[in-house]
């Protein structure tokens, strides 16, 4: 355990100290941010035509409300705990390729379900939306994380398991 937590915050010191990189950030958070508005106007466009997205905004023509999907609102900084938390593990490089990919993509589900509530909570309630969005969300987002790790520990101590009965059932 103790292994695990150290390699695991060191994992996180170095992930997040290559997030912050200027080239990093150009090259494939800001991009990424973008996507994530373009996906969830392509989401909402085909219920409400009157949004669309320009960079990172996400708007509504008719109300002129608009949320801009800024750093730590994108789900990067979850990932990377997650990948973290994945690669600390000691598991099979198949599995944690596995739990990477998976929990990369839970994360950015539930985040595009996050940026598309926030913009209609905002159009309601302007005070319910900071509550959500400073508050609510941020705990969603790592406790999918954080679920997410879980569900892949449970998935990889089966296949661990599976593994020892075919071994010791061929014995």
């Given at each position: 355990?103790?292994?695990?937590?150290?390699?695991?915050?060191?994992?996180?010191?170095v992930?997040?100290?290559?997030?912050?990189?200027?080239s990093?950030?150009?090259?494939f958070?800001?991009p990424?941010?973008?996507?994530?508005?373009?996906?969830?106007?392509?989401?909402i466009?085909?219920?409400d035509?009157?949004v669309?997205?320009?960079?990172?905004v996400?708007q509504?023509?008719?109300?002129?409300?608009g949320?801009?999907?800024?750093?730590?609102?994108?789900g990067?900084e979850?990932a990377?705990?997650?990948?973290?938390?994945?690669?600390?593990?000691?598991?099979?490089?198949?599995?944690?390729?596995?739990?990477?990919?998976?929990?990369?993509?839970?994360?950015?589900?539930?985040n595009?379900v996050?940026?598309?509530?926030?913009?209609?909570?905002g159009?309601w309630?302007?005070?319910?939306?900071e509550?959500?969005?400073?508050?609510?969300?941020?705990?969603?987002i790592?406790l999918?994380?954080?679920?997410?790790?879980?569900?892949?520990?449970?998935w990889?101590?089966?296949?661990?398991?599976r593994r020892?009965?075919?071994a010791?059932?061929?014995?």
């Amino acid at each position: 355990m103790v292994r695990f937590f150290l390699i695991f915050i060191a994992l996180l010191a170095v992930l997040f100290r290559i997030d912050m990189l200027d080239s990093v950030q150009a090259g494939f958070v800001e991009p990424w941010t973008d996507l994530l508005a373009l996906l969830s106007a392509g989401l909402i466009q085909p219920f409400d035509a009157d949004v669309h997205s320009y960079g990172r905004v996400l708007q509504s023509t008719s109300s002129g409300f608009g949320v801009s999907i800024e750093p730590g609102c994108n789900g990067v900084e979850a990932a990377i705990v997650l990948v973290a938390a994945v690669l600390a593990f000691p598991a099979s490089w198949k599995a944690k390729l596995i739990g990477v990919i998976a929990g990369i993509v839970a994360i950015q589900a539930v985040n595009l379900v996050r940026i598309i509530s926030l913009f209609y909570i905002g159009q309601w309630n302007f005070a319910v939306f900071e509550f959500a969005h400073y508050y609510l969300w941020q705990a969603l987002i790592m406790l999918d994380a954080l679920v997410t790790w879980l569900v892949w520990l449970h998935w990889t101590d089966k296949r661990k398991a599976r593994r020892a009965a075919i071994a010791h059932d061929g014995a």
